[in-house]
């Protein structure tokens, strides 16, 4: 009899011990599943969408920086852009589509999302490029303020290199960096050919 006990208090001891390993490893394993998780979740948020706004004001009418600024078939008001070629459609119709030749030989092509001359508003995308972003969507909106006009520019893009992290040149900063001195450099010589 106490042999038979003795084997019972064994047994018994050793399935609470196999008892509390698999529930110790249930457990590890909600863990690491939980943290692979937040792993997987962490890295999907940082290839995340990037704004980019900057406004001008500039002294001159309204209409005249539009007449410039609103020509989707000429973006040479654009430092660093040796030629604009509309390839497909009209300059103020949605659905056109330009390639912009850079100094440097690179193209850049770009598709006319929205256009309405009433309001003075423009939205592209770009389709293809040379530079280090991608998924880029712009909105150049020229308002009259009294005797002068105010021009704001809006993008929203994302970084070329989606991987985590991304390679150099090709990640956030290179892209924002990029998109915010096309916007000013942009922005300040349609004030100087304006005014």
């Keep these: 009899m106490g042999v038979v006990q003795y084997s019972r208090q064994a047994y018994f001891g050793r399935l609470n ?13 909600a863990l ?3 943290g692979l998780g937040f792993s997987l979740v962490a890295n999907a948020a940082i290839d995340e969408t990037i704004r980019v706004k900057q406004s001008i004001e500039i002294n001159a009418p309204a209409d005249k920086v539009w007449a410039t600024v609103g020509n989707f ?3 040479s008001w654009l430092p660093g852009i040796a030629k604009t070629e509309l390839t497909e459609g009209k300059a103020d119709e949605v659905g056109a589509k330009r390639v912009l030749t850079l100094q440097d030989g690179g193209n850049v092509h770009e598709t006319l999302t929205s256009f ?4 003075r508003i423009m939205k592209f995308e770009i389709t293809e490029s040379v530079l280090p972003l991608r998924e880029f969507g712009a909105t150049i909106k020229v308002e009259a303020a009294g005797d002068k006009t105010v021009v704001t520019w809006r993008t929203m893009f994302k970084r070329k290199d989606p991987a985590n992290p991304g390679a150099e040149g090709q ?3 290179a892209a924002k960096a990029t998109v ?6 942009g922005l300040t010589n349609l004030k100087k050919i304006s005014e």
């Design 17 to 29: 011990g196999l008892h509390r390993k698999v529930i110790m490893n249930k457990w590890l394993a």
């Design 32 to 34: 690491l599943a939980a």
């Design 73 to 75: 078939g000429d973006a």
């Design 116 to 119: 309405d001359a009433e309001s």
């Design 171 to 173: 990640d956030d900063a």
């Design 180 to 185: 915010e001195s096309i916007l000013e450099s």
